[in-house]
């Protein structure tokens, strides 16, 4: 589980989240994310980016095999479900509202993101490296701080 300490690359009050770099159906979610952000509230980096890497390392979360979107908020940290329902929270509506999702149980929500997060890569493909951030993009990832 995460430290006591604040997690590296990060102020006091910034969150991050932590996607596959090369998962296609990630890099669509990250899109969405950036396209509807408008308060720039999230940061961003990939598991494979050396930031990521830290910020995984500081979880206790393995480096080398990742089946999850991970949400870290200060000191907390969020998987799953409850890292997809903690984000959609942090957008306008509609999609804040999609945080009602927590009143389902945690164990059958977790089922369905684990279902698709094993699917992902045959479903949706994959890239075959990490994609580079474009230059409209530039400060929401963690590894291209203005």
């Not at 929270?89 to 369905?112: E, K, N, V």
């Amino acid at each position: 589980m995460a430290s006591d300490t604040l997690p590296p690359f990060l102020q006091p009050g910034e969150r991050v989240l932590l996607f596959d770099g090369v998962c296609k159906l990630c890099n669509a979610s990250v899109r969405f994310v950036i396209a509807h952000d408008t308060e720039r509230r999230i940061r961003l980096a990939s598991v494979q980016s050396p930031q990521g890497q830290a910020l995984l390392a500081w979880a206790g979360l393995s480096t080398e095999q990742f089946d999850s979107v991970v949400l870290i908020e200060g000191q907390r940290l969020s998987l799953r479900s409850t890292a997809f329902i903690r984000l959609m929270a942090q957008l306008p509506a509609p999609w804040r509202w999609l945080r009602l999702l927590q009143w389902i149980p945690r164990p059958l929500r977790d089922w369905g993101y684990s279902y698709i997060a094993r699917h992902r890569y045959r479903w949706f493909g994959r890239y075959d490296i990490c994609l580079l951030p474009s230059p409209d993009h530039r400060g929401r990832f963690l590894d291209d701080t203005p």
